[in-house]
C-alpha cells in the first residue's frame, strides 16, 4: 500500500473542500431560478360544468388539451402552445385548432423533490384559434401537484368559468435555468 504524504492528503482534502463549497451556491441558483418550462402530459381534459350563454359551450362539453411552453417569473413573459379539441356531450368534435400563450399572468411555485421537477399553480393567457371558433384573452390555468400544499387546486388544466373542472392528464414544470 502506497503512504500518502502529508502534504498530498492537505491538497485532496483543500480541493474537496473547495468543490463542496459550490454545492449549496448551485442549489439556492436552481431553487431561485425564474425561467421554468411547463409540459402537459397526455392530453389534458377539462369539464364545462355550465353553459355558457353566448357561447358554444353547453354543459357536459369537453375540451382537450395537449402542449408546452415556457415562462420566466422576472421577466413577466411567457410562450408556447398546442392544440385542443372541443367535444358535445355526446362524445362528437365540435372544434379542432391550436392554442397559443400570449401572456405572463402568475406563478405560484410548490418546490419540488429536485431542481428539475416542481409542482406550482401557473396562470398565463391563451387564445385558441380553430375554423369554427376563436377565443381571445382566456386564462390558462396549469396545475401541477408535487409538493402541493392542502387545498391546492386538482392536477391537470382548466379554463376557469369555462372549462373549469379537470378530469383526465397531467402537467409537468420543470426549472429550467
Known amino acids: 500500500m502506497e503512504k500518502v504524504s502529508g502534504k498530498k492528503l492537505l491538497v485532496v482534502l483543500t480541493s474537496l473542500l473547495f468543490i463542496a463549497s459550490f454545492a449549496p ?12 418550462s411547463f409540459n402537459l402530459i397526455g392530453p389534458n ?7 355558457i350563454p353566448g357561447t358554444p359551450i353547453a354543459a357536459g362539453d369537453v375540451l382537450r388539451l395537449t402542449g408546452s411552453g415556457a415562462f420566466d417569473t ?29 401572456g405572463f399572468q402568475s406563478f405560484k411555485s410548490y ?7 416542481q409542482g406550482g399553480l401557473l396562470l398565463v393567457t391563451v387564445t ?14 396549469i396545475s401541477c401537484v408535487i409538493d402541493a ?11 376557469p368559468g369555462l372549462f373549469s373542472k379537470p378530469v383526465g392528464g397531467s402537467t409537468l414544470i420543470h426549472v429550467s435555468g
Open 25 to 36: 451556491v448551485l442549489q439556492a441558483r436552481t431553487a431561485s431560478s425564474s425561467a421554468y
Open 111 to 117: 418546490g419540488g423533490p429536485n431542481g428539475g421537477k
Open 45 to 51: 381534459s377539462a369539464l364545462a360544468p355550465n353553459t
Open 74 to 102: 422576472v421577466a413577466g413573459t411567457a410562450s408556447g402552445g398546442g392544440s385542443f379539441t372541443h367535444y358535445k356531450p355526446d362524445g362528437t368534435a365540435f372544434a379542432r385548432g391550436t392554442w397559443v400563450v400570449t
Open 149 to 159: 400544499p392542502s387545498g391546492s387546486p386538482d392536477e391537470g388544466t382548466i379554463l
Open 128 to 141: 385558441l384559434f380553430g375554423p369554427e371558433i376563436t377565443f381571445a384573452g382566456l386564462t390558462l390555468q
